[in-house]
């Protein structure tokens, strides 16, 4: 069974940073794709960021130039990176893991909130 658990959400101002850590219980080579989803009040959940087993990469388009995906193998951990935080970037923020068989994988969840 695999285990996700997120970190580093946070109350930030407008413009500032955070960076967000999901720790898998196995290695992150073994998953197809790793990656970062989001849900505000009353929206559904959508997709922020995702990087595969080769390492490339995708953003939203609401995040691209601001947000960067990344993976640490030996750490078992993926990190989203987030500069120039927007008050519509407040979300709770999911990490989600796919392995080869398809199955999805999700993390408990990260509070992340942008207010000044």
């Known amino acids: 069974q695999v285990q996700l658990v997120e970190s580093g959400g946070g109350l930030v101002q407008p413009g500032g940073s955070l960076r967000l850590s999901c720790a898998a219980s196995?290695?992150?080579?073994?998953?197809?794709?790793m990656g970062w989803y989001r849900q505000a009040p009353g929206n559904q959940r959508e997709l922020v960021a995702t990087?595969?087993?080769?390492?490339?990469?995708n953003y939203a388009d609401s995040v691209k130039g601001r947000f960067t995906v990344s993976g640490d193998n030996a750490k078992n951990t993926v990190y989203l990176q987030m500069n120039s935080l927007k008050p519509e970037d407040t979300a709770v923020y999911y990490c989600?893991?796919?392995?080869?068989?398809?199955?999805?994988?999700w993390g408990q969840g990260t509070q992340v909130t942008v207010s000044s």
């Open positions: 989600h893991a796919k392995p080869p068989d398809g199955t999805d994988y």
């Open positions: 990087i595969t087993r080769g390492g490339s990469t």
């Open positions: 196995g290695s992150i080579f073994s998953f197809n794709f």
